[in-house]
């Protein structure tokens, strides 16, 4: 990171910055160009690593994507506000943002997918206890992301 006075390394401020976040962005390399799609998102922590949990019909460019395998991207980010000035280059902007890397894989069985969508409304709706009905989850696509490097940044 270039500006290290922008750094947070602090885990507590990380974690609350992630859970400021309402989307991730995720970036994949599809045939040599980016693919980035916004998504909903829910948070673990599993063996000292972060994990985000994600959301999808089963099929579509992102499934075939995640099929594939490989090194993904994400980026996240809240608090965002513009700084005016009088002159152009006097413009700046404060935020706080997380960026990072990993990898994504599908959630399978039933138990780990209602666990997964748990941690999803749980990020996404601030509460637990969540009824998922055997139907639905099957339905559902669920996969994750497992984090194999990641930068938080604020600029307050």
């Known amino acids: 990171m270039r500006r290290k006075d922008r750094e947070?390394?602090?885990?507590?401020?990380?974690?609350?910055?992630?859970?400021?976040?309402?989307?991730?962005?995720l970036g994949f390399c599809d045939q040599g160009r980016p693919y980035i799609v916004p998504l909903s998102f829910g948070t673990a922590v599993e063996d000292d690593k972060?994990?985000?949990?994600?959301h999808?019909?089963?099929?579509g460019r992102k499934i075939d994507l995640v099929r594939a395998g490989g090194v993904v991207g994400f980026e996240m980010d809240t608090h965002y506000k513009l700084n005016e000035?009088?002159?152009?280059?006097?413009?700046?902007a404060r935020f706080r943002s997380v960026i990072g890397t990993g990898r994504v894989s599908?959630?399978?069985?039933?138990?780990?997918?209602k666990a997964a969508l748990e941690r999803?409304?749980?990020?996404?709706?601030g509460k637990s206890g969540?009824?998922?009905?055997?139907q639905?989850?099957?339905?559902?696509?669920?996969?994750r992301l497992e984090v194999e490097e990641l930068s938080c940044k604020e600029h307050l």
């Open 56 to 59: 999808s019909a089963k099929e």
């Open 85 to 92: 000035s009088d002159r152009a280059c006097g413009y700046s």
């Open 50 to 54: 972060w994990v985000f949990y994600f």
């Open 136 to 143: 639905a989850v099957e339905a559902a696509c669920i996969f």
């Open 8 to 25: 947070v390394t602090d885990q507590k401020k990380i974690n609350e910055v992630i859970a400021d976040c309402v989307c991730c962005r």
């Open 120 to 125: 999803i409304m749980a990020h996404t709706a």
């Open 106 to 113: 599908f959630v399978e069985g039933l138990g780990a997918k």
């Open 130 to 134: 969540w009824d998922f009905p055997d």
